[in-house]
């Protein structure tokens, strides 16, 4: 603890010290690093470079503070080695080359720092910057190149990392006052049967740098078995950072709850929440741009100092503390969320804030970044469709024809463009009956390339167009179906289907998503996945991790058997064919029997609103039925259309439902 180290990411340190300005998502077209979908641009680029061409080198440079040091990391595209060394950022782009008279600041920034780092570990007086962009339709490449003295890009650099220093200096600071509090911390409760070697388990799991799926029934404690274990391995330093990732709110709220009990024994850990960007908006509509939101103008010039007071002041981060600090310095909500995270010892969100290409916390999981991060994984179960989901893009035909209709008159190259896309699509439908499988749709990937470039132009030359907010979201749809088209393997699914409503679409389906689960989870140490229904292990272990050698373990119910029963009804199905008023008043008549046969509090959990709805009459015209009934059936009916607090206090009764399900699974197996 004497010689701590604050390491920083190349890209994380210019981003930050360097920020200033508003919050404008109507240049979000024009951000170079949105539009970077680059690796192959960036291998090809480099195979062409020649002998004198070192790619993807790593550097490091460690500057030494009063009682701590801060290591700069990153890795720089390239290093031409002639008589001027020469540092090289590349960076492909749609933008048309014409239009970019000069590097983009944060890019031209991170490539000095690679440059200050390679000059003084060399030794070299002087070394070359040069930015390269390359349009990622055409291949054409446009340079900006510029040598600089290695003292001047010292000086340069040496008050990048002194801005810094407060930062770092409070990191290490507070990390002795957080290691201190961890060491006396005890498990909260008496250990259930079974729980001592949970928890042990996930700590062995940690130590080792291993994953570990667990399977325990609702009643286990699992929240508080991976928390506990996660919090003592952050203390003892082999991990840096806890990621509690769920699936829903109400899980959110029970992780808060257990890092809160922890701290009723002086435990000392920064912990937020974070909620999501349309929820903790001041704003009617997330519009975020200055004309629109006066939280959004001026957002970077004062938000650094709003986190760093924030963070100096308070351990927890809720929503309410959150929304009364973004008012106080007249900041974005959300945003300022997303920063405080980066100093936290635990961030507690949504399963998209990780491993969601378009939503992760690029502080965190963008490229070039890498943390000693532990992730706990609740209701895993549900991560295999979310990330199916996530790592799948559509292009639907009439969205294509939409857009084209809305510019035609406007943008006749754009439109020309658009029209020779769909004519690729109308023939793939025409050829289409129900669902199609492709073997490719390179044709459709290289006519969106031609696409993007065109979107982008307008959208550069278009700001006042009445349509540029449709066109902007189909841009960013047209984005992220190349990126995803990018990413295919021998996992993915690729097909194209004519739905009942008329609309075609191209689908590029996520069969297994455990390789691109894989590259987030590589950014951090450990993870542990849990669930009351993660049944059969093995299924979730090949669609959740490429590992073979994971740990597994089953935590069995902390009640006996004699406190349950499993009954089955065999007469009764859920199929759309055979439901029917006869069979709605079957279901009904189970639920009743049991009701009136012990005296109780019952759930009864349904496939849809129609279907509950339709057992709900029946269930009622039994009571009717039933004159000698002399103590009333009250029932608690969940709506459709129930405000969210509702919706959370009903999903309280999820985890029961997950129990059950467990239950019956494995006494049929």
């Known amino acids: 603890m004497e010689n701590q180290v604050v390491k920083v990411s190349v890209r994380n340190l210019v981003e930050f010290v ?55 990391e990153g890795r720089a595209d390239g290093i031409i080695v002639e008589d001027t060394v020469c540092i090289d950022e590349i ?67 040496a008050s990048l990392l002194l801005e810094y220093e407060k930062w770092a200096r409070f990191q290490t600071e507070w990390r002795k006052i957080r290691n201190q509090s961890v060491k006396n911390l005890q498990f909260p409760y008496e250990y259930r049967e079974g729980q001592r070697e949970l928890v042990a388990s996930v700590y062995k799991t940690i130590l080792r740098k291993k994953k570990l799926f667990i399977q325990a029934p609702t009643g286990v404690g699992k929240t508080i078995s991976t928390v506990f274990p996660a919090v003592k391995a952050v203390g003892e330093e082999l991990g840096e950072k806890v990621f509690y990732l769920t699936a829903k709110t109400i899980t959110r709220t029970a992780a808060s709850q257990a890092f809160a009990l922890l701290k009723k024994q002086a435990l ?59 008012r106080a310095w007249q900041v974005c909500p959300f945003e300022l969320g997303l920063d405080v995270a980066l100093w936290m010892d635990a961030v507690i969100c949504d399963y998209n804030y990780v491993f969601d290409p378009n939503a992760h916390l690029k502080r965190f999981f963008g490229e070039g970044v890498k943390g000693s991060y532990l992730f706990l994984i609740d209701e895993a179960h549900n991560l295999v469709e979310r990330g199916r989901e996530m790592y799948s893009a559509s292009l639907y035909k009439e969205d294509v024809m939409r857009v084209r209709r809305q510019v035609k008159t406007l943008d006749m190259k754009l439109a020309k463009r658009l029209e020779e896309c769909n004519k690729l699509m109308l023939e793939l439908k025409r050829e289409c009956e129900g669902v199609t ?55 993915y699914m690729i097909y194209a289907e004519l739905a009942e409503d008329g609309r075609f679409l191209i689908r590029l389906f996520c069969v297994n998503p455990s390789v691109n689960l894989k590259e987030y989870l590589d950014k951090g140490n450990s993870a542990v996945f849990f669930s009351a229904t993660m049944l059969p292990i093995h299924y979730y272990k090949e669609l959740l991790s490429t590992e073979k050698d994971d740990y597994a373990v089953y935590a069995e119910s902390a009640f006996s058997e004699e406190q349950r029963i499993i009954l089955q009804g065999m007469d009764v199905s859920t199929k759309y064919t055979l439901r029917g008023e006869e069979m709605y008043g079957r279901y009904a008549e189970y639920l009743y029997r049991a009701a009136k046969t012990k005296k109780g509090n019952y759930m009864a959990f349904f496939p849809s609103y129609r279907f509950l709805e339709q057992v709900y009459e029946a269930f009622l015209k039994l009571i009717e039925k039933d004159q000698e009934d002399e103590e009333a059936i009250d029932c608690l009916v969940q709506a459709p259309y129930m405000s969210e607090e509702a919706r959370e206090i009903l999903k309280k009764i999820e985890p029961v439902q997950e129990e059950i399900i467990a239950c019956i699974r494995k006494h049929m197996q």
């Open 437 to 491: 499988v492709l073997n490719s749709v390179a044709h459709i990937y290289l006519k969106l390339l031609a696409v993007m470039a065109e979107l982008e132009r307008f959208l550069e030359e278009s700001k006042e167009s009445a349509v540029r907010e449709e066109v902007l979201e189909f841009y960013f749809e047209v984005r992220f179906f190349i990126a995803i088209y990018e990413k295919l393997d021998e996992n």
């Open 91 to 157: 960076k492909g782009i749609f933008m048309e080359l014409r239009h970019l008279t000069e590097p983009a600041g944060v890019h031209l920034a991170q490539a000095k720092c690679y440059a200050c780092m390679y000059a003084m570990q060399q030794e070299l007086p002087v070394i070359g910057v040069q930015l390269t962009y390359c349009h990622m339709e055409t291949e054409e490449i446009k340079r900006f190149r510029q040598e600089y003295k290695t003292e001047e890009l010292k000086e340069w650099f």
């Open 18 to 72: 360097l920020r200033s300005g508003d919050i404008d998502n109507r240049i979000a077209a024009k951000d170079k690093d949105a539009m970077q979908l680059g690796a192959k641009i960036h291998r090809k680029i480099q195979r062409r470079m020649g002998s004198s061409y070192h790619a993807e080198v790593t550097l490091r440079h460690v500057e030494e503070f009063d009682g701590f040091s801060i290591q700069v």
């Open 268 to 326: 000392r850990y920064k912990v937020i929440t974070l909620t999501a960007k349309d929820k903790i908006c001041f704003c009617e509509k997330p519009e975020c741009n200055p004309d629109y939101c006066p939280y959004a103008k001026g957002h970077f010039d004062r938000v650094n100092d709003a986190v760093y007071e924030l963070i100096t002041a308070r351990d927890t981060m809720s929503r309410k503390v959150l929304e009364e600090q973004a």
